[in-house]
């Protein structure tokens, strides 16, 4: 029934295992979307809320990022969007009886599921000192303990300001400022954990950390090559324009460790033939081994360059720099190391460079399994090189495109939330704001983490998120959080960070993207940047779950006033009134955002400038694009050994479990599985269907242990073996981090199976 939550933990993982699925979507994702749909909203409000999400005058999904086409659907959205809402607009509450009933104690014996699953948080609430429960709090009070903690800290740089993707540009440009004008860039995020190696990569070689590609761009595009990405499950409707590109003429290479439905056929519920036959997608599937990227990319280069006429001469002399150095490291790519360090076989990399060669438009589409390795800089580095050697950066058609998760985190880094801002930013803000910002860079997450596991910070505040759950090494995060003063979690729902908490503990409601946001000036609209560089508004319709909520900019304003006191000049108060003046000053601070609010209210809104895109200008320290020459790394196994990669399953977002099934990979009502190549199980003796320890071998000599995990032969690359997150971020040690970025590397994490106690 509607608003019922489910009965019973801890839910019962007991996982029933068929074939994978071979298309993606079609009528059993309209039926899964309205079946949860109806479970969290019942009959009216899902009709009213879905035909909303991603409409031009409705609210952004609250999913992921993946942008909006120019012709909207009546239905504009996928299951997983659906999901995403239907948890936020659900009419099941958590209200202070439920605290009083649950010990967090308790709490932090439940599963991410059944705490996601008790729907939306109705009142702030306190968890004093030694006490066992939280209680309500009024705001004024949950803000004054806030400001007594701050203010006891020995400096501005004992707190952390962290944020999740969701938070929108208003709240994101005002949560930052709030922080520097307190005293430090403590601003950790959760694109820390995820394409900072994109962002870090991106910067150095064409002078900007984001996508040059719009989703017209897709659909010009002859051949687009999507690595370490499954769409179908995490931006489902890339698989429409990926469908669009296909009936343009375009082929597509899949780069992936698995198998995954949503590249093999798309069955578009938008029509009847889409609904039916469906359009297979992948033209060439290069099943890689885990972290052999770099590898395939840089023997790419060498082949093309092998290649007569195949280098886009005229481009390369105008438009880069490092040319020749990159092209002797890339001569020197040896086919052996390649086809061991990728798993392909020379055929395979053959049909590809075939592929490659006779593209002029190439797009190059990746996500986590790129970002999330020891060498995921220099492999997407690598990515570049293959581009800027044929010209595809600032062609049509053609570029990069890292694609992102969360639906806003691209807007929150372009409004300042970065622990390591540019000079240019906080000049900007100082000119602005009058006062002047801190310049030394602060933690990010894997620092932060660090820095209360070693008693540096004492305040932790997270604008959203699920920061416990989301981090990796969780016994080390979860002693760390409890080492903190006071653990703060703006959030609409439950989940596992508000049972890990410091000595005092808040939780304060806050708006969700599908409700009316009223503010002293009337009702506001907030915006979002989505991962191609567009901005556009969203107004929520719904009525707050509770009227006890304050929005994220209200909640940010008012902290800011009880903190920073008479001595902040900054108009707190007009903020939270009206967010229009909040966006008046983004124009004024942030590059592109000129003449905000006028373009903003244009239906669709605006793309941001990106150089190399529009211009083939680079902004990077030599002022053109950077060819870089690396030594090719990949993870080497010892014998016995597999690589796993930690992912999500078809019933999740991020730590968001929306229930327990990955039906395209044949798993329900289970999470704690393991998929394992069958050859590989059979050489470790691993029956399908046994039960086993994963225990991660790292560096620092420390074996972290998963137990009780059900091996499923699976048609995974040789060697990899992959388990969902968050219950293997456990396994993944809090320095093993890519270079460069400091970014988990979640994806490769050296593990031996033991058999479980549990067979
Ligand atoms: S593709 Fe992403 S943004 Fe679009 S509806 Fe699905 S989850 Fe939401």
């Not at 992921?64 to 012709?71: F, G, L």
């Not at 460079?353 to 990746?366: E, H, N, P, Q, Y």
């Not at 989301?470 to 653990?487: G, H, N, W």
């Not at 053109?624 to 016995?640: D, I, Q, W």
């Amino acid at each position: 029934m509607a608003g019922k939550p489910p009965q019973g933990d801890p839910v019962q993982d007991a996982p029933q295992v068929a074939a994978p699925k071979h298309a993606a979507a079609g009528l059993p994702a309209i039926g899964h979307s309205l079946r949860v749909a109806q479970q969290q909203m019942g009959v009216r409000r899902t009709a009213l809320t879905l035909l909303r999400v991603n409409q031009k005058e409705g609210f952004d999904c609250p999913g992921c990022a993946w942008p909006e086409p120019e012709h909207r659907h009546k239905a504009e959205f996928c299951e997983n969007g659906a999901k995403a809402v239907a948890e936020e607009a659900t009419l099941r509450r958590v209200t202070p009886d439920f605290f009083a009933a649950h010990t967090v104690a308790d709490l932090a014996t439940r599963s991410g599921y059944w705490l996601g699953q008790q729907g939306r948080l109705t009142h702030p609430m306190y968890l004093a000192e030694g006490a066992e429960h939280y209680a309500p709090v009024s705001w004024e009070r949950a803000f004054d303990i806030i400001a007594e903690e701050l203010t006891a800290l020995g400096s501005p740089d004992e707190a952390l300001f962290y944020t999740s993707g969701r938070t929108s540009n208003e709240a994101a440009f005002l949560y930052q400022l709030f922080a520097r004008e307190y005293g430090t860039n403590n601003l950790p995020d959760c694109s820390n954990m995820c394409h900072e190696s994109s962002g870090s990569a991106l910067s150095e070689t064409i002078g900007i950390g984001k996508g040059s590609v719009l989703l017209e761009d897709l659909y010009k595009a002859d051949l687009i090559i999507v690595a370490g990405q499954n769409p179908g499950t995490n931006h489902p409707r890339m698989l429409s324009a990926l469908e669009k590109a296909k009936a343009n003429g375009a082929r597509i290479i899949t780069v992936n460790p698995l198998p995954e439905a949503g590249m093999e056929r798309f069955k578009n519920p938008q029509t009847p033939q889409g609904m039916l036959k469906g359009a297979a997608l992948t033209d060439l599937f290069l099943q890689i081994r885990i972290g052999g990227d770099q590898a395939l990319f840089r023997l790419l280069n060498k082949l093309i360059l092998e290649t007569e006429g195949a280098v886009d001469e005229a481009f390369v002399s105008e438009h880069t720099h490092g040319y020749e150095e990159f092209a002797q490291s890339a001569r020197a790519a040896d086919w052996d190391e390649t086809l061991t360090a990728t798993g392909l076989t020379r055929a395979q990399i053959d049909e590809t460079l075939r592929m490659v060669l006779a593209s002029k438009r190439t797009i190059v589409c990746w996500a986590m399994g790129l970002t999330q390795h020891k060498h995921s800089v220099p492999t997407i580095r690598e990515v570049v090189n293959f581009l800027l050697l044929r010209g595809n950066i600032g062609r049509p058609g053609a570029g990069v495109c890292p694609v992102r998760g969360h639906s806003n985190v691209q807007g929150d880094r372009t409004m300042g939330i970065f622990e390591r801002p540019a000079p240019a930013f906080l000049d900007a803000l100082e000119r602005e704001f009058g006062f002047a910002p801190p310049r030394e860079h602060g933690y990010d997450v894997v620092r932060a983490i660090r820095a209360m596991r070693d008693d540096k910070a004492k305040v932790f505040f997270a604008m959203g998120g699920n920061f416990v759950s989301a981090s990796p090494d969780t016994e080390v995060t979860e002693a760390a959080m409890r080492r903190a003063r006071l653990t703060v979690h703006v959030s609409t729902k439950l989940n596992r960070s508000h049972a890990v908490t410091g000595a005092r503990a808040l939780i304060l409601p806050t708006l969700g993207r599908t409700e009316r946001d009223l503010q002293g000036s009337g009702e506001q609209v907030v915006t979002v940047e989505d991962s191609m560089g567009m901005v556009h508004a969203s107004r929520g319709r719904l009525e707050p779950a509770s009227e006890h909520l304050l929005s994220e900019t209200a909640i940010v304003c008012r902290l800011a006033r009880r903190v920073l006191g008479d001595e902040s000049r900054t108009p707190w108060e007009e903020f939270e009134k009206d967010y229009a003046t909040v966006r008046d000053r983004i124009a004024r601070v942030v590059p592109g955002f000129e003449d905000f609010n006028a373009r903003v209210a244009e239906p669709g809104g605006f793309a941001l400038p990106h150089a190399p895109r529009d211009e083939r200008r680079f902004p990077t320290a030599t002022g053109k694009a950077n060819f870089t020459a690396a030594p090719v790394e990949y993870p080497k196994l010892p014998e016995g050994r597999l690589l796993l990669q930690t992912l999500r399953s078809h019933d999740q977002y991020n730590t968001t479990i929306y229930g327990l099934d990955d039906r395209y990979r044949g798993i329900k009502n289970g999470r704690r599985v393991v998929l394992v190549n069958p050859e590989d199980a059979h050489e470790l003796g691993l029956a399908d269907g046994s039960y086993t320890d994963l225990v991660s071998e790292w560096q620092d000599g420390v074996e972290r242990r998963a137990p009780g995990f059900r091996v499923v032969h699976y048609p995974t690359a040789r060697g990899c073996a992959a388990a969902y997150y968050p219950e293997t971020n456990v396994l993944v040690p809090l320095d093993a981090t890519a270079d460069t970025s400091n970014t988990p590397a979640s994806k490769s994490v050296v593990v031996r199976l033991e058999q479980s106690a549990a067979n």
